[in-house]
């Protein structure tokens, strides 16, 4: 719209400039040879003057008279041997200096643009054009200033007329270009926008949401578009829940046909490892060893059941007022065995009480793995645990000084059977889905479960739980970046 005002205005200033030049041109050249016929005229009557019955003075006044006889064509000014002759309708301002000066100081036609002073007070002033030539004396070779003035009332009417013609011609096309412009922007931007917001609702899950197409148009063509995205996400999205819900049932189907079977075999394996003693050396070590897998394979097995739960969101929360102090305590007591065999030890930091609405079950099960996998990368150093508390959350720290972790490595540690090191062999027969469970557990319970660490400096593990089930958390009264790391 802007550029198209501008547009119109310069064509307007344009059009009105190459009027105004005709016109005056045209004035112009009429003017001069009106001019040049009158003192063709003036100065053959001059000529032929018998100035035996009438003085010169006279015969000029009276050349001046008949000039002056056209008032609505020119009017003339004639400077006399004595004084002036001028038109009675004008006055001696009407011929510019400059032109008195060029007549004076050249022979031939001068023109140039006058302000024409009317002798009527009631008249305004208005331009003209004031022609300068000489007139010459019939017997001698005096000369005779003479100028034409010539009024542009006429001209000045039609420039005003067609300045209002193209002012008021401009405006009529301002106003239609301003409605076209308006109905081409509502009809566009009517168009994005009920394209953006059925992006918006098809972004937030209502894939039944479709634009409204109307035409052929390319705005036709982008709710088209939009649309056929609609229809394709909502399939690709159907196709990944029915593939996700038949790897549910069949990790839930597996998990639960495998446990008469192995209820069974472990059955079978306990009675021989009881029995070992009375085997040779080669049998005994394979019960052991088969015992041991046995055991690693139950606990696989419960983690992959309670994984599905997860994953079918059918996993329940039983909160209730609980002192995580005394929690953690009996778990750190429960592992200091495993601790000491693997040669580190475990110091536990905390307040008095640390009281939380959570299920003891579940945070029981996120304090063990930490603490096994804290325990398992040590490396023979103490391992600290910390208890914090503040007025809406509560924190559980568990910082090693063992191998560590790459910086990139703080996310991908919750992923399933992902392993750091896919060499290092497990001291204590993980499953691979202790961390990944332990952070479904605690976002079941509305808390983080995040990960800090550094190769040879150690790693730590903040877990940060709400105090009262259903209140957002804001915060953690424990850093996840050890307060000893610069």
Known sequence: MAGSVLVMAMGGIVLMRQASDGVLQAKRQTSVAEASAALQRMQTQLRTSDLRTASLYERLNQLADEAGSQPNQYHVVIQGPVSRFVSPAITERSVPDSLVQAVAQGEGMFVTPTTVDWADPALQDEPGLAIGATLQAPSSTERFPIYFVFPQSNEVRTLRLLRGAITSTTIFLLVALAFIAWLV?????????????????????????RVAVRGTDDLASLGTSVNNMAAELTSQIGQLENLSRVQQQFVSDVSHELRTPLTTVRMAADLLHDSRDQMDPFAARSTELMHDELERFEAMLADLLEISRFDAGAAVLTAEETDLVGLVAREIDAQRAFAASQGCSVE?????????????????????????????????????????????????????????LPPH??????????????????????????????????????????????????????????RVQGEPLTGSPLPLVPREVP
């Open 185 to 209: 922007s509502r009809h566009v931007v009517r168009t994005v926008r009920e394209a953006s917001v059925a992006a918006s609702r098809i972004a937030a899950g209502n894939f039944d949401e």
């Open 348 to 404: 536990f930091r905390h307040p008095p009480s640390a009281l939380a609405e959570v299920d003891g079950r579940r945070i029981t099960r996120i304090v063990r793995n930490l603490l096994t996998n804290a325990i398992e990368h040590a490396e023979q150093r103490p391992i600290e645990v910390r208890i914090a508390v503040d007025e809406s959350a509560v924190a559980v720290a568990v910082r090693d000084h063992g191998v560590g």
């Open 409 to 466: 490595a703080a996310e991908q540690v919750f992923r399933r059977f992902w392993r750091a090191d896919p060499s290092r062999t497990r001291a204590v027969g993980g499953t691979g889905l202790g961390l990944a469970i332990a952070l479904e557990d605690a976002t079941l319970h509305g808390g983080t479960l995040r990960a800090w660490g550094r190769p040879r400096r150690g790693a730590q593990f903040l877990l940060t739980l709400p």
